[in-house]
């Protein structure tokens, strides 16, 4: 079966570079037109956090905007043991941040 659709010319030139065109194909049924509408997606250049220590329940890790803490625990434990390895995570947290700061000021 053949099925003949229409193409806009940008979306052709991107195609006829070598380029995958992303998109859908829809059928108007008051002009019995097949159109192609290409989606019109920005590329992402994602920067991956950079891991600046690994604590025994989560991780503390650096964006380019934010310095983030993890932690997880599972359900099974009591509130007590929860909060407790709680304060010891963030006390490991706090070392680890504070070790990247002198790092920081050692490197200027």
């Keep these: 079966?053949?099925?003949?659709v229409e193409i806009s010319e940008e979306t052709m030139a991107r195609m006829?570079?070598?380029?995958?065109?992303e998109g859908t194909i829809g059928y108007?049924?008051?002009?019995?037109?097949?159109?192609f509408n290409a989606f019109h997606r920005?590329?992402?250049?994602?920067?991956k956090d950079e891991l600046l220590g690994k604590l025994p329940w989560g991780?503390?890790?650096e964006s380019k905007a934010n310095q983030k803490r993890y932690t997880s625990f599972p359900k099974n434990m009591s509130l007590e043991e929860k909060l407790a390895l709680m304060d010891r995570?963030?006390?490991?947290?706090?070392?680890?941040?504070i070790e990247?700061?002198?790092?920081?000021?050692?490197?200027?």
């Excluded at 920005?42 to 920067?47: L, S, V």
């Design 16 to 21: 006829l570079t070598g380029k995958r065109v």
């Design 1 to 4: 079966m053949i099925i003949k």
């Design 42 to 47: 920005r590329r992402h250049d994602h920067h």
């Design 89 to 97: 995570d963030n006390e490991m947290a706090k070392a680890v941040l």
């Design 59 to 61: 991780w503390v890790k």
């Design 100 to 108: 990247r700061e002198l790092e920081l000021i050692e490197f200027c």
């Design 28 to 35: 108007d049924l008051m002009t019995g037109k097949k159109t």
